[in-house]
C-alpha cells in the first residue's frame, strides 16, 4: 500500500523560502509522477508541480515556476519541494500525490495516492 507523509510546513514571512519533503513508501516508484498539489481556503485544489521519477522531467504551474524546484533522491524515497520567494497567495495546505497511470498531470482526479498534506502560511 503506497503511503505518502509530507513535512516541512510552517509560517513564514513574504520573501522567505520552505523546502517540503515528501516521504513515499509502499511501492516502487520508478514510473510514478510524483506531484504537489496546494489548497487554500474556499478554493480547490491546484496543480504546483510534478517530477516523472525515472526520468526526472519536471512540471511546473506558472504561478511558480523560477521560484519553486521539485526534486527526488532515490535513495530515501523523498520527494522535495523547496519553495523560494514565497508570497502570501502562496499560502495553503500543500498534498503530495502520485500515480503511474497520469494523462494529465495538472488534474488532481487523476492521481490515486494522497498525503495528509502540510500547511504552509506566508505573512506580508
Known amino acids: 500500500q503506497v503511503q505518502l507523509v509530507e513535512s516541512g510546513g510552517g509560517l513564514v514571512q513574504a520573501g522567505d523560502s520552505l523546502r517540503l519533503s515528501c516521504a513515499a513508501s509502499?511501492?516502487?516508484?520508478?514510473?510514478?509522477?510524483m506531484a504537489w498539489f496546494r489548497q487554500a481556503p474556499g478554493k480547490e485544489r491546484e496543480f504546483v508541480a510534478a517530477?516523472?521519477?525515472?526520468?526526472?522531467?519536471?512540471y511546473y504551474a506558472d504561478s511558480v515556476k523560477g521560484r519553486f524546484t521539485i526534486s527526488r533522491t532515490n535513495a530515501r524515497n523523498t520527494v522535495y519541494l523547496q519553495m523560494n520567494s514565497l508570497k502570501p497567495e502562496d499560502t495553503a495546505v500543500y498534498y503530495c500525490?502520485?500515480?503511474?497511470?497520469?494523462?494529465?498531470?495538472?488534474?488532481?482526479?487523476?492521481?490515486?495516492?494522497w498525503g495528509q498534506g502540510t500547511q504552509v502560511t506566508v505573512s506580508s
Open positions: 517530477i516523472m521519477w525515472s526520468s526526472a522531467n519536471t
Open positions: 500525490a502520485a500515480d503511474s497511470r497520469i494523462t494529465t498531470i495538472q488534474a488532481p482526479n487523476e492521481y490515486d495516492y
Open positions: 509502499g511501492r516502487t516508484f520508478s514510473w510514478y509522477y
